[in-house]
């Protein structure tokens, strides 16, 4: 889909997003001499290094598609990763996906413990939300929305805990294209479609262009776990940062499970093509959020 041209480009954007994020993350985060010593480090641990920064990219190319500065979006796109790192914490647990390695090392809990772990995961969400209620780059009202924002799509009843539980639920037994959808709207998709929700809010957009972002960051949620989903069961450990075929063994409910590996492809694309027309719709330069789109659809060919 992107020509080499504009995969530089979209590589460049991403690297520079990618950096500014990592200083803004190291500033925030309690460094790991502060008491208590252990929560701290497991703190760190977890959100460096950082793998793609995707969810905080995606909020900076949409707040600067609707023209937000770069210094008024940081702070949120950092918070929304908080809360994406908070989640990897706890997915990972023994009690929940039971997973030994995250981001190209070992597991939170495997290096620190789980007691730690749970700590770690706990501190990095309140965090998220301190992040945005202290941002003095934005007005009060803003904070407030934004703030709502995040918790809608962290939380439950439509939100990233909802997906999960559902997803437990689901394991074990066999589960309908609904019901699998509905699952990763929730669990994955939830707090992709907030980060470009808070970035256009940031930029103060209108309710039809909302409205648009919205449907384009469901559309590219649905995308990127779809191609998740390929992935696991086509990639190798290197290139994922974390156990392959783990979904098939705990029996997840998966795309490719449910569909079938060329039926799932065929619903990426199918994805990717709805986000693009949201885009399209939209009188803003969305040259970036279509590279996005692009570069997740690639990632699962």
């Known amino acids: 889909m992107l020509s080499s041209v504009e995969l530089s480009d979209f590589k460049q954007f991403a690297a520079e997003a990618r950096a500014a994020v990592d200083v803004e993350l190291n500033q925030l985060l309690p460094g790991e001499g502060t008491r208590p010593l252990a929560v701290h480090s497991a703190m760190r641990w977890s959100v460096f290094p950082g793998g793609k920064r995707f969810r905080p990219l ?23 990763e908080l809360i994406h790192t908070y989640s990897l914490i706890h997915d990972d647990l023994p009690a929940m996906d039971n997973d030994d390695l995250r981001r190209g090392r070992p597991t939170c809990h495997i290096q620190f413990g789980e007691a730690t772990a749970i700590l770690a995961g706990d501190a990095l969400q ?9 941002d003095e780059h934005l007005d009060p009202q803003t904070r407030v929305r934004l703030l709502g924002e995040l918790a809608q799509a962290s939380g439950t009843p439509s939100g990233m805990v909802a997906g999960q539980a ?9 589960v309908d294209e609904e019901e699998l959808e509905q699952i990763h709207r929730l669990k994955t998709g939830a707090l992709i479609t907030a980060a470009t929700r808070c970035g ?26 779809i191609t998740d989903d390929l ?15 783990k979904d098939a063994r705990s029996h997840k409910a998966t795309y490719p499970g449910v569909y079938g590996m060329k039926a799932a492809r065929e619903l990426a694309v199918s994805a990717h093509a709805s986000a693009r027309a949201a885009l399209e719709s939209l009188d803003r330069p969305v040259d970036r959020l279509q590279a996005i789109l692009d570069y997740i659809l690639d990632r699962g060919a």
């Open 58 to 80: 995606l909020l900076l190319a949409t707040g600067e598609c609707f023209g937000a500065p770069r210094d008024s979006l940081i702070a949120t796109a950092c918070a929304v």
């Open 126 to 134: 309140t965090l998220a939300f301190q992040t945005i209620a202290d």
């Open 166 to 174: 559902h997803d437990l639920e689901a394991e074990e037994r066999t």
């Open 200 to 225: 256009a809010i940031i930029g103060s957009p209108s309710k039809a262009d909302l409205m648009k972002v919205t449907e384009y960051g469901a559309q590219l949620g649905l995308l990127f776990q």
């Open 231 to 245: 992935l696991d069961v086509t990639a190798t450990a290197e290139k994922l940062g974390k156990t392959p075929g």
